[in-house]
């Protein structure tokens, strides 16, 4: 059964400064990964999609790296800003259907 | 407008009460999907369907069912609501598997509460 954590649970940066976010499963035979961000009271926002064929996916000052070996993927976030602050949510997708989620890492930016 | 709609964003229930919660999209995809959220254990799988003839039970089906009525209308109904069922629900949607890698977009979310 697929398992995906993310470390920390909760993460505070001041902001400007260069941040990762780290997220690892632990089946391999993954189809894609993807990174979300959850505002409070909204639901998800779709941010990054990696294919298990490819390293890493850009945009704007989002950098999400895969290496699927390892089972491990990051998310940068560069020149952090306060709108930045959310939860963040990695999922996996296997062979079937089904999205496995962590349990994602709550960021804040500090102005 | 948003693509994924969920109504009602709050809803607060008895034990044992029927209550529905309803998904529409404009997004043109096949698939639909239903999650629950609960505090330090992610989002779950309740139940998904490839098409409007096409219905599969998630990792936590039990005292949940649905019906896709349309492309665009994915139902959630609990039978008889029970407090563990209080939790936020989110529905979902992706294209074929060929179409943007089978990327998910998400609703704004259900809050429901069982009293």
């Known amino acids: 059964k697929q398992e995906v954590t993310q470390i920390p649970a909760a993460l505070s940066v001041p902001e400007g400064e260069n941040l990762v976010l780290n997220c690892s499963f632990t089946d391999s035979a993954i189809y894609n990964l993807q990174w979300f961000r959850q505002d409070p009271g909204k639901g998800l926002t779709s941010l990054l999609l990696?294919?298990?064929?490819?390293r890493e996916q850009t945009s704007g000052r989002l950098n999400a790296s895969l290496d699927k070996s390892s089972g491990r993927s990051t998310l940068y976030i560069a020149a952090s800003q306060p709108g930045d602050s959310a939860t963040y949510l990695c999922a996996v997708r296997g062979g079937n259907e089904k999205l496995t989620f962590g349990t994602g890492t709550r960021l804040t930016i500090i102005p | 407008d948003a693509d994924v709609t969920q109504t009602p964003r709050n809803r607060i229930t008895k034990t044992g009460k029927r209550i529905m919660l309803e998904c529409s999209q404009t997004k043109g995809h096949d698939r639909m999907y239903w999650y629950r959220q609960d505090p330090g254990l992610g989002l779950r799988l309740i139940y998904y369907?490839?098409?409007?003839?096409?219905?599969n039970k998630g990792e936590i089906s039990d005292g949940y069912s649905v019906s896709r009525q349309a492309q665009a209308k994915f139902s959630l109904s609990l039978e008889s609501a029970i407090p563990n069922q209080t939790a936020l629900y989110f529905c979902a949607t992706s294209g074929a598997e060929t179409t943007a890698y089978n990327e998910q977009f998400f609703g704004p979310g259900t809050r429901l509460t069982v009293l």
């Open positions: 990696i294919q298990s064929s490819q």
């Open positions: 369907s490839f098409d409007v003839k096409d219905i």
